[in-house]
């Protein structure tokens, strides 16, 4: 790979900072044959940078993207020769569950969460995703810090926490997150249609969106506005929220397309 060639593809320092220490993670693999894992890295790196490895990967080699579960926006990204047992692809990732008595807190956001365990010296980096319920979040974080976090966050914010590793068993409905299910009709199933639709924007401006390459679907850079968005897809745009499609319902009496999303 052309390495100079590539970094003048990114726009940004902090994309050119990113792909330049991928680049050598990717060296290091393929000259050692090893298997190496990334930090966590942002939808945009992952899409930018994931296409540049998948196709200069050498024989016998993968590359695998995962941020603690299938749904995760944010992911690391595992470089390896071809593995003879997929346990040997274990990323180093660890779910925690922190908790509060709601009773006596107000709601705790995706905010709050995140910004007490930066004020503990923690990189965002080491910080994948994190889901707020009903009292509480689950956070994904890189297992070299999940000790660290279990033993000191004691409050986020001004609200006493516990933390633990999460039961591998335990799911949190959508109910609980934040967020909200609606019923949307639209023209079409364009992706810049939806958006539209669920951020209350023009159609022009939801196109704009994709054009500045700040959509995702299933957290991939959506190339295009007139993507048809399909039932099960997670739609991620940046600095407005997710859209996850619940079900395509069918056509109103207007033979307009009738939707339900979990905006979020």
Partial sequence: MDKQKLLRSFET???KLVFAHLLDL???AVKNRK???SSFLDPVSISKCGRIFEHNLPPFFVMKIFGGAGNCERQMICFSPQPDDETDLAFPISALEITYNKKFSKKLTHRDFLGS?????????KVGDITV?????LVYTASDMADYIIYNLERVGNTPVSVKIANSETTFSEEGQEGHEIRKTVSSLRIDAVISACFKLSRA???????AERVFVNWKLAAKASKLAEEGETITVRGFGRIAIKEIVGKSKKDKLVINVWVS
């Fill in 133 to 137: 319920f009903d009292g509480g979040a």
């Fill in 26 to 28: 990717f060296g290091a």
């Fill in 205 to 211: 401006d939801a196109a704009a969106l994709v054009q």
């Fill in 13 to 15: 320092d902090e994309e």
């Fill in 117 to 125: 365990i930066l004020a503990l010296g923690i990189e965002r980096k």
């Fill in 35 to 37: 298997t190496v894992f």
